[in-house]
């Protein structure tokens, strides 16, 4: 299904006057535009694309649309209410495979409606609960990766309490619900089809203009269509521990630097594996108006027991990537603002420690048609 | 209409349907205006007081800000000019408040010196209709009475200007003034202009930087917004992780909400237009107190 409710909420939210129903008003509504040339390398199969080709590289031209903004429902001293909404549309042309080119579309959507109450003096609510969903037609073979089309609802709970001795406390609980659309030639994706529930808990120290946050959790995940080779437990169950640290910098300059590790255990011991990534970006204003985002993300991954079967669940291939992203970003007008990216990323794919790479250069534009 | 107007109706439609209304029922009618009156003159004479003192702890904050500055203290200089903004929106309301109670003041002077004019006519009548000298006298002692009090109220229409708030009430011209104490009064209120000044690049400084810090948030929440879109960024496998309570801005709490830094933008502009106004009054009242000194050389 299409990213249909999403996409319709957007469309109510954007026909609506400003200032309509007393307080009801966009808080950043953010129209984006751009294209970009990519080029993919790698030879393999994915278990959940239906076709095949034998091209060792392909590249796409892409051209993409989006919208996002958050609408301020109530707003007070003490409590407010606000959807936050946001949709696209990329259309790529992908050449160089040698059974025809592709022309893959996707859809995207998500919309969230997020509570917000503080607690007396000590502590401020989080209530949120959302939809996403996304869609692809003409799915390309390999080495160009796309996600697959799903639809997850999910919800979540958040505390955080004001400072005691220099330290706030989080505390997240959350569940999701996913489920992948499968196509009548692969219906493999159903194998995707999860339920999710988290408790994650957080203490940060700082204050402003920096703050380092340290935190873990745990995750149950079930699979309840795939199976774990287990008669007795015949359908796969994770538990996940993440633990990790989070340093934020929101000065002149916005760094933020994570340390994340991660350990699956299942009953199936197919997906066993430890994990650690790093993260870092920097965003700084540069001379000539110019603005430089950077981000990479690096992961290593290492699976607790040896098999001779696809190590990943089909759709996970992100799970284990490294990405690097450098934007440039240039105010053309008060309210429109251009820039150009370029992007790298590598993955794994569904065969352990076969990798797939992506190059990108983009250009794209940024319009707040509520600024002047 | 004219403020009052519809009461002078209802007392001139009372006066001319009830043929037996007397002077004596008139004169309670005059009595309440006066009472009014009076009461809206105290009420814009506390509204004043108030506002004399928040207009003194605001430029008690600019100058503290000024002698920061000379004498390079950063902490201080922040201090005080937290303190200078944080009373903008008091200042406001005091102003509003001798505003409103100016306009008070005056529908209600101007209700009892329209009644007055109408008393002056009855007595008129009356002293014409007085069946005795000793009578007529004494419609003539209250009918001077009563164009005494109407005379002092037109001499305070003609000074109603002075009713209205004004930046830095301490300094005005008195009658004794020479011109050079009125000279000097003006070079205080053109150094006081000078001083606010200052304040106002300050404020444009200050705004421009977060200006910079607001773009700077936007364009990596473009840049996030936009790699997470189409899944660039996140895998679809688990819940995307999303870092609690991170501010986007740094904030200055009020209420239990953090400002934003947009809602930060534009309490700096507020205040500068605060600033920027009082300058202009400062600089007119300085001009109009140079004016008065050519009037009398």
């Known amino acids: ?372 | 209409m004219r403020p009052g107007l519809g009461a002078l109706l209802a007392v001139v439609a009372a006066l001319t349907v009830a043929q037996s209304a007397s002077a004596q029922s008139t004169e309670q009618i005059i009595g309440e205006a006066r009472g009014e009156y009076d009461a809206a003159v105290l009420t814009h004479a506390a509204a004043q007081r108030a506002l004399e003192v928040i207009d003194r702890r605001f430029y008690t904050a600019i100058f503290n800000g000024d002698r920061a500055r000379s004498a390079g203290d950063d902490v201080r200089l922040a201090d005080a000019r937290s303190a200078a903004q944080a009373l903008v929106g008091t200042l406001t309301d005091a102003m509003n408040r001798v505003a409103a109670a100016a306009g008070t003041v005056r529908s209600s002077r101007q209700l009892l010196i329209d009644l007055l004019i109408l008393y002056q006519v009855e007595l008129i009548e009356l002293a014409e209709a007085a069946p005795s000298a000793a009578q007529r006298s004494d419609y003539d002692a209250l009918l001077s009475d009563t164009s005494n009090e109407l005379a002092e109220l037109e001499g305070d229409v003609d000074d109603g200007s002075s009713l209205d708030p004004v930046a830095r009430p301490d300094i005005f011209v008195d009658p004794r003034d020479g011109p050079d104490q009125i000279l000097g009064k003006a070079q205080i209120l053109e150094r006081t202009a000078a001083l606010l000044d200052t304040a106002v690049l300050a404020v444009d400084e200050e705004i421009a930087g977060l200006e910079t810090r607001r773009d700077t948030e936007r364009r990596q929440r473009d840049f996030m917004a936009r790699a997470r879109r189409f899944d660039d960024l996140n895998p679809p496998i688990g819940a995307p992780r999303r870092d609690p309570d991170v501010q986007t801005s740094d904030s200055t709490a009020v209420g239990g909400r953090p400002l934003t830094l947009d809602e930060r933008i534009e309490a700096k502009r507020t205040y500068k237009q605060v600033l920027l106004d009082r300058r202009d009054a400062h600089l007119e009242r300085a001009r109009d107190f140079r004016a008065r000194v050519r009037q009398r050389t």
């Not at chain 1, 299904?1 to 109510?12: D, E, F, K, N, R």
């Not at chain 1, 200032?19 to 970009?36: F, K």
């Not at chain 1, 076709?51 to 993409?64: L, M, R, Y």
């Not at chain 1, 870092?280 to 993300?297: I, W, Y």
């Open chain 1, 1 to 372: 299904m299409l990213p249909t409710c999403s996409w319709l909420a957007l469309g109510v939210a954007l026909l609506l006057p400003q200032n309509a129903a007393g307080q009801l008003r966009w808080s950043d509504l953010v129209i984006t535009m751009g294209g970009s040339a990519e080029r993919y390398t790698g030879n393999f199969s994915a278990v959940t694309v239906a076709v095949i080709d034998s091209t060792d590289h392909a590249t796409a031209a892409v051209g993409e649309f989006g919208v996002r903004g958050g609408l301020i429902l109530m707003e007070g001293e003490r409590r407010g209410l606000t959807l936050e909404l946001d949709g696209g549309v990329r259309q790529a042309a992908a050449m160089g495979f040698t059974l025809r080119d592709y022309a893959p579309r996707e859809w995207v959507g998500s919309s969230a409606l997020q509570f917000v109450q503080t607690l007396g003096s000590w502590a401020t609510g989080y209530l949120r609960g959302g939809v996403d969903a996304r869609a692809v037609r003409d799915r390309p073979p390999m080495p160009l990766f796309m996600q697959p089309g799903y639809t997850t609802l999910g919800g979540d709970a958040t505390l955080v309490t004001r400072t005691f001795d220099g330290v706030a406390f989080d505390l997240i609980a959350d569940i999701e619900s996913a489920d992948y659309h499968a196509l009548r030639f692969v219906p493999q994706l159903d194998l995707l089809d999860r339920r999710a529930a988290g408790l994650e808990l957080g203490a940060r120290w700082g204050g402003q203009p920096s703050t380092i946050r340290f935190f873990g959790g745990v995750r149950w995940s079930q699979y309840e269509h795939q199976g774990s080779f287990d008669v007795d437990d015949p359908f796969r169950r994770d538990r996940t521990v993440r633990v990790g640290l989070g340093w934020t910098h929101m000065g002149r300059v916005i760094a933020q630097v994570g340390l994340d590790g991660t350990l699956n255990r299942s009953n199936s011991n197919r997906p066993e594996y430890d994990a650690i990534s790093v993260s870092a970006s920097l965003t700084t204003p540069l001379p000539g108006q110019l603005t430089l985002n950077l981000l990479g993300l690096l992961t290593a991954k290492s699976y607790v027991n040896e098999s001779s079967f696809a190590r990943l669940v089909p759709g996970e291939e992100a799970d284990n990537a490294s990405i690097a992203y450098a934007e440039l970003v240039r105010p053309i007008r008060a309210n429109l603002d251009g820039g150009i990216r370029l992007g790298w990323t590598r993955a794994e794919t569904d065969i352990g420690d076969a990798y797939y790479q992506r190059f990108g250069l983009s250009f794209l534009f940024n319009y707040r048609p509520n600024e002047r």
